[in-house]
Nanobody, 123 residues
Framework: QVQLVESGGGLVQAGASLTLTCTVSGRTISWYALSWFRQTPGKEREFVAAVTRSGAGTYYADSVKGRSTISRDTTKNTVYLQLNSLKPEDTAVYYC????????????????WGQGTQVTVSS
């Protein structure tokens, strides 16, 4: 059984940085597409960032491009999302998700989800 566990969320001030962590168990993340999504109350879950199953490629939503970095450590079976220059509009629950495909960019097609971690950015 594949499990994804996120951590690293919290309450920060605008302009700060956070690194979210997603640890995967039940399978190796090598050759497994991993992504971050986020959701606020009343809105649909939206794509934030993705790393391809080979680890060679990354994709970002326009809203975070240039101030976020997704990375992975196959030795720790972990994927990270570094968020810089945080804004109040980044406030959301952030979810890690995985899929056996080249890349995962749509929430509806994910195979596995974590439970989410809350990020709150105060102005």
């Amino acid at each position: 059984q594949v499990q994804l566990v996120e951590s690293g969320g919290g309450l920060v001030q605008a302009g700060a940085s956070l690194t979210l962590t997603c640890t995967v168990s039940g399978r190796t993340i090598s050759w497994y597409a991993l992504s971050w999504f986020r959701q606020t109350p009343g809105k649909e879950r939206e794509f934030v960032a993705a790393v391809t199953r080979s680890g060679a490629g990354t994709y970002y939503a326009d809203s975070v491009k240039g101030r976020s970095t997704i990375s992975r450590d196959t030795t720790k079976n972990t994927v990270y999302l570094q968020l810089n220059s945080l804004k109040p509009e980044d406030t959301a629950v952030y979810y890690c998700a995985g899929k056996d495909s080249l890349v995962l960019r749509t929430p509806g097609s994910a195979d596995n989800w974590g439970q989410g971690t809350q990020v709150t950015v105060s102005s």
